[in-house]
């Protein structure tokens, strides 16, 4: 389905660009899963209004996976070095540098990418204009890099600017979005059941879906307990699907039993749709099931984002710091309203540097 086709109660909210782009040529670049998830709409946009898009995919997490899932043709250059501080400067250095080589002989109007430092960089020195976009504004080192090189700087509206201005994001780069990126690529998104017969879920009993710590990014350098207490709490009480985010948190919830892990990507949206409840230590999921209507906890013990503070404001998200505070809700008999924004106005905000021009 093209971007923004058909979908009920889609919210426009900015003005729409409908004028052919042929024959623009775009770069994006696709460091983690969620990036995949962000860009799958606005790939299908700009090749809806003729554009040419060349993808590149760091091997990390479930990136490939998903551009697979969701059949993006990609090149796959570079994987991730680790969580700490050395091994992503050495990684940023030799992705990008490798990035810059591929796009030699290339030629491209813009580059594109999801809070990846290394389509910047590669951008930067082969003198292609590029747009940045990431919700979470705590990011020192990554948005430092990111808010200078790029062009345009594309945010949630719940982001204070002035928050933004110490990494280089004037208000020249600045883009502003209303509501959740999730909102966006979610617009054309219905839960899917197959999902729960894949992983042998029994539709009746309470399903839970959780997503571990991610232990390998600078922002989330913290050892809690809270993490198992609230997997041995959930398991007690119905079906735990839990999504890890590496290999060594896969091992250690095979040798603790008792839990659904996955063995591949799987239709995760799905899952959130059908949950009685999310329980994430990271960001995207937790703001999937908000979007979805599911009820949903936070475990993040980093400095919380703009976005994660307006939810929790709203009462839309909950910060949870005891497993035995856990309130399962039962389920409302009809779903509950969903809002859907149009992502072709998402990525309007993205063309930004050459659309000045």
């Not at 350098?221 to 993490?227: G, Q, Y």
């Not at 409302?332 to 106005?345: L, S, Y």
Request: hydrophobic residues 40%; aromatic residues 6%.
């Amino acid at each position: 389905m093209p971007a923004g086709a058909g979908i009920p109660g889609l919210r426009p909210d900015v003005k729409r660009r409908t004028t052919n782009l042929t024959p623009l040529r775009v770069w994006i670049d696709l460091t983690n899963s969620p990036h995949v998830l962000v860009m799958r709409p606005v790939i299908e946009e700009l090749r809806r209004r003729g554009a040419e898009v060349t993808v590149t995919a760091r091997d990390f997490a479930q990136t490939l996976a998903l551009c697979e899932r969701f059949q993006i043709e990609h090149e796959a250059i570079g994987h991730h070095r680790g969580g700490q501080i050395a091994a992503k400067a050495i990684g940023l250095f030799d992705r990008s540098f490798a990035l810059a080589r591929w796009a030699s002989g290339r030629v491209f109007d813009i580059a594109l990418g999801h809070g990846s430092n290394d389509v910047t960089v590669a951008a930067r020195l082969r003198g292609i204009p590029a747009t940045t976009t990431f919700d979470y504004e705590w990011a020192r080192v990554q948005h430092t890099v990111n808010c200078r090189l790029a062009q345009a700087v594309v945010v949630p509206d719940a982001i204070p600017p002035e928050r933004l201005a110490r990494y280089g994001a004037t208000p020249r780069k600045l883009r502003a979005y209303p509501g959740l990126k999730e909102e966006y690529y979610l617009a054309d998104f219905e839960p899917d059941g197959a999902v729960l017969q894949e992983l042998g879920l029994d539709p009746a009993k309470a399903l839970f879906i959780v997503r571990t710590p991610p232990d390998v990014s600078l922002y989330h350098r913290f050892e809690t307990p809270l993490f198992g207490q609230v997997l041995e709490h959930l398991r007690e009480r119905g079906q735990v699907v839990v999504l890890p985010r590496t290999h060594q948190q896969r091992a250690e919830l095979a040798r603790a039993g008792g839990f659904v892990v996955p063995e591949r990507a799987v239709d995760a949206q799905s899952l959130v749709a059908f949950a009685d409840l999310v329980i994430s230590a990271g960001g995207t999921m937790n703001r999937e099931a908000v979007a979805l209507g599911t009820p949903v906890y936070t475990t993040f013990e980093g400095r919380l984002g703009a976005v994660d503070e307006r939810l929790i404001a709203e009462g839309r998200l909950r910060r949870l710091h005891d497993a035995a505070a856990i309130v399962v809700e039962p389920r409302p008999a009809q779903p509950q309203p969903r809002t859907r924004r149009d992502p072709a106005a998402f990525t309007d905000l993205l063309l930004a540097p050459i659309e000045s021009t």
